[in-house]
């Protein structure tokens, strides 16, 4: 099989790259252990994302995520997610998930999600059904094993069905 971008992982950060490498044209493959947003981080949250912006600033976000992540967070990944967190909330709403505010700084997605326990699961399901509108292709129930890869980068992956 041949594609030109390849996804490992179908929680929230595996479909939201998918989504926008296929909404810029790319044919995308997307390969998960499970059924794409199932038994991922994002779908077993609380369903209420923190997020800088409606007031709260980037410098809080960045603080409040170092403290909950107790120090060991790669800082220069929070540090792009803290100062992109709006932009890249604006772009989620623009591909139609359906959020609502309860206050500053937070999103919940509890309103669209069917499982208590699971409050993050209408998130994913709103971002695999966005996939499957723009012709992602889902491989499930493959673990992706080893990379492979030339000098200069990623070819192809081995995988366990």
């Not at 479909?15 to 794409?36: F, P, Q, Y």
């Not at 991922?40 to 369903?47: D, I, K, L, P, Y």
């Not at 997605?109 to 889902?138: D, K, P, W």
């Amino acid at each position: 099989m041949s594609t030109s971008v390849l996804i490992v992982g179908g929680g929230g950060a595996g479909l939201s790259a998918a989504i926008a490498a296929a909404k810029e044209g790319a044919n995308v493959v997307l390969v998960s252990k499970t059924k794409a947003g199932w038994n991922t981080a994002t779908a077993f949250s609380g369903g209420i994302f923190s997020f800088a912006g409606g007031g709260v600033e980037p410098q809080e976000h960045f603080d409040k995520t170092l403290e909950v992540g107790r120090f060991v967070n790669e800082r220069s990944l929070v540090k792009t997610l803290t100062e992109h967190a709006e932009e890249a909330l604006q772009k989620i709403l623009s591909w139609g998930v359906e959020l609502t505010f309860p206050r500053p700084g937070k999103a919940s997605v509890r309103r669209s999600s069917c499982h208590t326990l699971m409050g993050g699961e209408g998130f994913v399901a709103q971002f695999r059904q966005i996939a499957a509108e723009e012709n992602v292709s889902f491989i499930e129930s493959s673990v992706v094993t080893e990379l492979l890869h030339d000098d200069t980068r990623i070819i192809g992956v081995k995988a366990v069905d």
